[in-house]
């Protein structure tokens, strides 16, 4: 199969077959000539951290050059772990997204330029704290930095700013056992303001518009989780999201 990188470059799995003994991994690969690991993620749920854990321990043992881990949807936890994986787990790593028109089956025409694995980035971000008049209860910022995509291929990593991406969100007290929750939301990489402001004929300051087009977040206060998330959506539709702990 091929996976798809932005830019509509591919890497492509050759000689994809079962690993003769494993405990952990799905599947084995050449890539450019050398020999890659392959796990899946479960199909009703996130790849967990352990998944990870395990499979890149077993690929590094077994002396592959790289890990690639597929899903629907990962943990974020286990996310920073497959982009950490080279300094971690001794192998690099990469996560693979597949599309939910994978569990429908024969449902869906299949054509040769469907994209149905896509390789991701990770979202890069700075939490700082706002400057806030003395007495006033601490607050914090959010500032979206870019995108950074690994190409297993070449082993480089391309970079996009924030202000490529076509929407961020952001949740300022996000609690990992219930769902995302969408507090501020922005959108860099658009035309659309302009064609906005003539239809809803009214004046707004410039700066209003300059902030829903911005990478940096309104101050807001601390929640009782200490911790922020930001999901990113690529040009390809893929979600991607970051979690971190406020300083």
């Not at 798809?4 to 050759?14: D, H, K, T, W």
């Not at 971000?125 to 607050?139: F, L, R």
């Amino acid at each position: 199969p091929d996976l798809r990188l932005p830019g509509n470059v591919s890497v492509r799995l050759e000689q994809v077959r079962r690993p003769a003994r494993t405990l952990s991994l799905s599947a084995e690969a050449m890539v450019a000539g050398k020999p890659v690991a392959v796990v899946f993620g479960p199909e009703n749920g996130a790849v967990s951290q352990k998944l990870v854990y395990n499979a890149g321990s077993e690929a590094r043992a077994k002396g592959y050059s790289h890990l690639f881990v597929f899903g629907f949807e990962i943990e974020p936890s286990a996310r920073t772990l497959v982009d950490q994986a080279e300094a971690a787990l001794g192998v690099p790593g990469t996560y693979v997204a597949a599309t939910p028109d994978l569990v429908l089956g024969d449902l869906l025409k299949t054509m040769r330029s469907s994209q149905v694995f896509s390789i991701t980035g990770l979202p890069e971000v700075k939490v700082e704290k706002a400057t806030t008049p003395k007495g006033d209860p601490q607050q914090f910022q959010v500032s979206l930095l870019g995108l950074d995509t690994f190409d297993p291929a070449t082993m480089e990593l391309d970079h996009k700013t924030g202000e490529m991406v076509p929407a961020w969100f952001l949740d300022t007290d996000y609690d990992p056992t219930r769902c995302f929750r969408v507090c501020q939301a922005f959108f860099p990489k658009t035309g659309a303001w302009d064609n906005l402001k003539r239809e809803l004929r009214a004046e707004y300051d410039d700066s209003l518009w300059d902030h829903l087009a911005g990478t940096t977040s309104a101050p807001f206060e601390a929640g009782e989780q200490k911790q922020i998330a930001v999901k990113v959506i690529d040009e390809r539709g893929n979600e991607l999201l970051v979690v971190k702990a406020l300083p």
